[in-house]
């Protein structure tokens, strides 16, 4: 049954194209979806890891509490 509905869609150009175009576009979409994960990911580790710098920082005394706290809120695309 499989191997007819295969050999159908290979042996006409009319139904073979369409399936091309959406399993090319398939994957682009799912490619797509994992590199925005993985920036998402990569960002969210940065802004974690930069807090953290800020905090030791403050704990050793090298730059005030109020600095601090205005650096870690001088995130450029934090969404309020």
Do not use: C, H, W
């Amino acid at each position: 049954m499989t191997e007819s509905i295969v050999q159908t869609i290979v042996q006409n150009e009319d139904t073979m194209i369409p399936f091309m175009i959406f399993g090319v576009g398939g994957i682009v979409a799912v490619v797509a979806i994992v590199f925005g994960v993985i920036k998402t990911v990569s960002v969210n580790s940065d802004r974690e890891k930069s807090r953290r710098e800020i905090a030791a920082y403050v704990a050793e005394g090298s730059i005030t509490p109020e600095d601090g706290a205005r650096l870690i809120s001088a995130s450029p695309d934090k969404k309020a």
